[in-house]
Antibody, heavy 124, light 112 residues
């Protein structure tokens, strides 16, 4: 079964850190770029970050640049999002998303598989 | 960033009737490889988004053929030929031709 399963969400205070993980199964992990997309409660979808299939390319939304770091471990079929200096407006469901392509050379976005998401709540 | 504008934002539809959602981009979505990267997603209540359409008009795996996508350049449309109860939810368009990927505001489809 082709799956993406996120974990690591929770309730944290502003200024603290959290690390999200996403375990992939049922497909060739190394062939696809992977993204994080978030959705604040009752709001729309916001792209957060991408990592290419070979880890050579990473990109971040301006709202998280310098605070969040995306990484992947192909030996464990796992995607991570290290989130530092969290803010109240980072509160959202964070979803791991597979790209149809690998993001080699010119990178486009073409999302074909979503995880169920993990909720991050930043509150004092 | 490329702005994606959907209309309408709310779409009440009678069961069995057709529905149409428009999505306009602030720039052409033709990528350097010649493809147009415009996707549609369906988000049912309490669920994560489900891919429906990719590259304007291609249905994702398992998507019923009552869903169809069309358009070019900056103007795109998602059509449902006959709305069923399971189609209730929010529909998003997304562009992947320009970095960063951006989404429309979402269109909420409900049954009249």
């Amino acid at each position: 079964q082709v799956l993406l399963v996120e974990s690591g969400g929770g309730v944290v205070q502003p200024g603290t850190s959290l690390r999200l993980s996403c375990v992939a199964s049922g497909f060739t992990f190394r062939s696809h770029a992977l993204h994080w997309v978030r959705q604040a409660p009752g709001k729309g979808l916001e792209w957060v970050a991408v990592i290419s299939y070979d880890e050579k390319y990473k990109s971040y939304a301006d709202s998280v640049k310098g605070r969040f770091t995306i990484s992947r471990d192909s030996s464990k079929n796992t995607l991570h999002l290290q989130m530092n200096r969290l803010r109240v407006d980072d509160t959202a469901v964070y979803s791991c998303v597979r790209d149809r392509g690998g993001c080699s050379g010119d990178c486009y976005g073409d999302f074909d598989l979503w995880g169920q998401g993990t909720l991050v709540t930043v509150s004092s | 960033d490329v702005v994606m504008t959907q209309s309408p934002l709310s779409l009440p539809v009678t069961l069995g009737q057709p529905a149409s959602i428009s999505c306009r981009s602030s720039q052409s979505l033709v990528f350097t490889d010649g493809n147009t990267y415009l996707n549609w997603f369906q988000q049912r209540p309490g669920q994560s988004p489900r891919p429906l359409i990719y590259k304007v008009s291609n249905r994702d795996f398992g998507v019923p053929d009552r869903f169809s996508g069309s358009g070019s350049g900056t103007d795109f449309t998602l059509k449902i030929s006959r709305v069923e109860a399971e189609d209730v939810g929010v529909y998003y368009c997304m562009q992947g031709a320009h970095w960063p990927p951006t989404f429309g505001q979402g269109t909420r489809l409900e049954i009249k």
